[in-house]
């Protein structure tokens, strides 16, 4: 385009959903390092799988800069744009994900000290955009975004709450006994509200359209996945509160086991059904979008729950099921990195989109 800058023309189009990558990668490090079986090696890998959604981040916030620097034209579009702007929920999950990561797995390579200022940093920045993107996205659907059906994607930005609940105990842990900790448990709860209530509006509109529309177009597919995220993120949290609320709150633990294990079954009763749907259509012809992205860090909080779970109840089954599920998990990230990584390498992906295409000139129509 005239008068756009070289090296910025290559960010025009880029949209928040690439912080799906970013998260998806987080937390294939996160969760491979708390699953209940030790092997080794395993958490060095889980370190540089932090360590390379670190970097996804930096670079993406600077290129994400760029484009609202040069191209605010697109920016302003994508949140007017009902299939774009929940992804800006994305942003605020990749940050706290990180953040949270760095605390779990930095400090073996940064340092206690640094891993903890860096994930002070991360957190605090994905906590405040998660809260102001789960009102001003809502609003945004209301007022300005005309939609013809529900959509798995309204998740998003309501679910960015419930990720800073459940990274947030890790932090309560450095703050000294008292108010500090006492308050920063007590927003996190809250968030969990937050989060929780707004899902529970949210996926009976979603089962509503598969049973009275039919499955979702192929592409679209993939994002039914996204209704795990706030099932095994919320039970996540509640494992992570429970920890984290001490003796002060003795029926903590015997809470969130009896919030845990029915919702962590309904997330598996899900599971089934999108991977049932999500099978159906690429045998359908399905090819890879970013959204194949869902494929990871959904199924990754349900493998964080079932791990909370299974640190609580002692049962061997919820180990179990957390290390089968984290295989999944393995290979839904390695799929959309290989189909993220042949696009980038093609342009494909950040391309814009393609012209439309010319009405055809006289005498050359078609009965047929």
Do not use: N
Request: some cysteine.
């Amino acid at each position: 385009m005239p008068g756009v800058r070289p090296r910025a023309a290559a960010v025009r189009h880029l949209g928040p959903q690439w912080y799906a990558a970013v998260m998806g990668t987080a937390i294939v490090g996160t969760a491979g390092a708390a699953l209940p079986v030790r092997v080794p090696g395993v958490r060095t890998a889980c370190t540089a799988m932090w360590a390379l959604s670190l970097l996804a981040l930096v670079t993406l916030v600077v290129a994400r800069a760029a484009h609202w620097t040069h191209h605010r034209d697109r920016a302003r579009a994508h949140l007017l744009d009902p299939a774009v702007a929940p992804f800006h929920g994305c942003a605020a999950m990749a940050l706290a994900s990180v953040g949270g990561g760095s605390l779990l797995l930095g400090r073996d390579w940064l340092g206690a000290d640094a891993a903890v200022a860096l994930g002070v940093v991360l957190y605090t920045a994905g906590t405040l955009a998660g809260l102001a993107t789960a009102a001003v996205v809502p609003y945004l659907m209301v007022v300005r975004h005309r939609v013809e059906e529900p959509s798995p994607l309204w998740l998003l930005p309501v679910v960015a709450p419930m990720v800073s609940a459940a990274q947030g105990p890790l932090f309560a842990a450095h703050l000294p006994a008292g108010e500090a900790r006492g308050t920063l448990l007590a927003v996190c709860l809250g968030m969990c509200g937050v989060s929780l209530l707004a899902t529970l509006l949210v996926v009976p509109l979603v089962f509503g359209r598969l049973v009275t529309g039919g499955p979702p177009p192929a592409a679209a597919t993939p994002a039914l996945l996204l209704v795990l995220g706030p099932l095994g993120q919320s039970v996540t949290a509640a494992s992570a509160l429970a920890d984290a609320a001490g003796p002060g709150v003795p029926y903590a633990v015997a809470l969130a086991v009896l919030y845990g294990v029915p919702v962590t079954g309904f997330a598996l009763l899900w599971l089934a059904l999108a991977g049932a749907l999500v099978v159906r259509a690429r045998r359908r012809g399905m090819r890879f979008a970013l959204t194949w992205w869902a494929f990871t860090f959904p199924v990754g909080t349900c493998v964080t729950g079932l791990e909370g779970l299974a640190g609580h109840t002692g049962l061997a089954v919820f180990g179990a099921a957390a290390v089968a599920l984290y295989g999944l998990l393995l290979a839904g990230w390695l799929a959309a990195a290989a189909g993220t990584v042949r696009g980038l390498l093609s342009g494909t992906l950040l391309a814009g989109p393609g012209p439309a295409p010319r009405a055809p000139g006289p005498g050359t129509g078609h009965t047929r």
